[in-house]
């Protein structure tokens, strides 16, 4: 049997009522499954071999990036993130500000993937969603046609 449990977190009844009581959670069995050592984090809530800064509330990693867990994971965030890769296969930097070659291929990669994101969006996004998700594909696709008239 497993130790999985699933807790309804949301505010009304499958009625529609709302709830006047939130249910309380129960924690994960000691040893199994959970807290900071299943994380392999260190005692002051930081990854040992994370590469950031002493301390819980630094806020950045050692190179001046934002903490991971400090960025809201929302749809304009995995655009950017989708729409940043594409430009860095286009114009042939590495992650860590370094060269690296030019790769058209995994830049249409991300291209696509944006587009079918667009497609499999279109009606359940915000005007900022929609019109950030077009500005990208936009300009990826003009850049991506310069770039491979060069090539």
């Keep these: 049997m497993s130790d999985f449990v699933i807790n309804d977190r949301r505010a009304f009844t499958k009625g529609g009522e709302l ?79 370094g060269k690296a070659d030019q790769d058209l291929s995994a830049a249409k990669h991300y291209i696509d993937i944006l587009a079918e994101l667009e497609k499999k969006t279109k009606g359940n996004l915000s005007v900022e969603e929609g019109n950030l998700l077009k500005t990208f594909l936009f300009d990826l696709r003009m850049r991506f046609v310069e770039l491979s008239r060069r090539s």
Excluded: C, Q, Y
């Design 19 to 97: 709830k006047t009581e939130p249910e309380a959670e129960t924690p994960a069995p000691e040893g199994e499954g959970g807290g900071a050592e299943a994380l392999g984090k260190t005692e002051g809530g930081v990854g040992a071999d994370s590469g950031e800064k002493a301390g819980a509330d630094s806020g950045e990693k050692k190179d001046g990036r934002p903490r991971s867990d400090d960025l809201p994971a929302t749809f304009s965030t995995l655009t950017i993130g989708l729409a940043t890769t594409a430009m860095m296969h286009m114009e042939g930097h590495s992650p860590d500000g």
